[in-house]
Each structure stands twice: as C-alpha cells, then as structure tokens.
T-cell receptor, first 115, second 111 residues
Framework: GAGVSQSPSNKVTEKGKDVELRCDPISGHTALYWYRQSLGQGLEFLIYFQGNSAPDKSGLPSDRFSAERTGGSVSTLTIQRTQQEDSAVYLC?????????????FGPGTRLTVL | QKEVEQDPGPLSVPEGAIVSLNCTYSNSAFQYFMWYRQYSRKGPELLMYTYSSGNKEDGRFTAQVDKSSKYISLFIRDSQPSDSATYLCAMNRGSQGNLIFGKGTKLSVKP
C-alpha cells in the first residue's frame, strides 16, 4: 500500500518568503507528526496531531511556524518569513495511535533551502 | 544535557564485523525504545522495537535495553555493505505523542 508522501521533495526559497510543505499520511492513521532534521542533528519534534484533539505545538521553534491538518488527513506545515536557519529536511510521519505504542511511518522528507 | 545522547560517529567497519551502536538517556520514565535506520536522502524506517528492559533479536540485529543504566544498544552481526546508513535511537514514555531521537550514528561497512 501507499506510504507517507510529502511534497515538494525539494524547495529552494529566498529569505523572507513564506513556504508551505505538504504531507499525505497513510490512510486510516489518526496520528500525524512533523519533525525537522538539520545537518548533523537528530530529528527535532515540531508538532503532533491526534484525531480531533488539539495539536501538540510544543516543539514549534517560533511563531513563524504553523501547521494544520484538514479533515483528519492531509497536513500542511507553513513557515512564514523564512530565515537561513530554517534550512533543513522536514519529515512527516503518521501512526495508528500514540508513538512508541504504535510504529511511526516516515515520509521521504522535504529538503528546504533558504538562500 | 540532552534527553538522549548518541555518538554521531562516523563509524567505519569491514564487511563481516560486529557493530555496536549505543545511546544513553536521562529520563527514567522512558519505556519504549526504538532503533531507526535512515539511508541517504530517505526517511527513517523502524528497525527494532523494545518495550522496557531486555533483549530482542531479529536476524542479524539485536537490541538491548538496560533501564538501570539508562543505556540502549543495537548490535549488528555479520555486517554487510547494505547496512551502511545512519542509525537513530528513539524513545518515549508511551503517553506522549512524539518520539525523542538521538542525533544518529553514521555507519559505513566497507566490502
């Protein structure tokens, strides 16, 4: 079956521009996560959606970052007024429930470069 | 101190060697422990999963968790060039949504 898909695979933008990154989770997965992976760093948690509950936004690094999940499926991560330090690979994952108890399946990531 | 510490390497071994990868952690509430493998320009994929302390074996891979020492390990026997990847440890309490990851260890297995 289809796995987690993300688009675009690569995005180059200029400092100060807004970007939108998309994630299509595995069908039926109620939990969706966004992580950021910078060069030489592990995965940094950004935000987590579980069903109809309020999202856990505790990992978002600044108010320039936001995310939404429409209809319990597709999610969009938006970065406003991008900065060079936002350059990273943005990974989306989905699972049947809480991470740890249920396996997280990752997408291939969106590689964001801010010039 | 980060919650999860992992030596980033890189680690280079000859084909057939036994590889030992390790992570330490500080939060005694962690109960679920995972190892993910990530090939270049791909997303991580789950390799091994362990709940609480103990050992788990799957083919050439063995995962060990020592909660008393807050230390987890992944052993790879008879390593192959196809094992060349970055290995990330991950863990959480089970009641939280996200996983806490180590920085990852880059492994290269030379033929």
């Amino acid at each position: 079956g289809a796995g987690v898909s993300q688009s675009p695979s690569n995005k180059v933008t200029e400092k100060g521009k807004d970007v939108e990154l998309r994630c299509d989770p595995i069908s039926g997965h109620t939990a969706l996560y966004w992580y950021r992976q910078s060069l030489g760093q592990g995965l940094e948690f950004l935000i987590y959606f579980q069903g109809n509950s309020a999202p856990d936004k505790s990992g978002l690094p600044s108010d320039r970052f936001s995310a939404e999940r429409t209809g319990g499926s597709v999610s969009t991560l938006t970065i406003q007024r991008t900065q060079q330090e936002d350059s990273a690979v943005y990974l989306c994952a989905s699972s049947l429930g809480l991470a740890g108890i249920y396996e997280q399946f990752f997408g291939p990531g969106t590689r964001l470069t801010v010039l | 101190q980060k919650e999860v510490e992992q030596d980033p390497g890189p680690l280079s071994v000859p084909e057939g060697a036994i590889v030992s990868l390790n992570c330490t952690y500080s939060n005694s509430a962690f109960q679920y422990f995972m190892w993910y493998r990530q090939y270049s320009r791909k997303g991580p994929e789950l390799l091994m999963y362990t709940y609480s302390s103990g050992n788990k074996e799957d083919g050439r891979f063995t995962a060990q968790v020592d909660k008393s020492s807050k230390y987890i390990s992944l052993f790879i026997r008879d390593s192959q060039p196809s094992d060349s990847a970055t290995y990330l440890c991950a863990m959480n309490r089970g009641s939280q949504g996200n996983l806490i990851f180590g920085k990852g260890t880059k492994l290269s297995v030379k033929p």
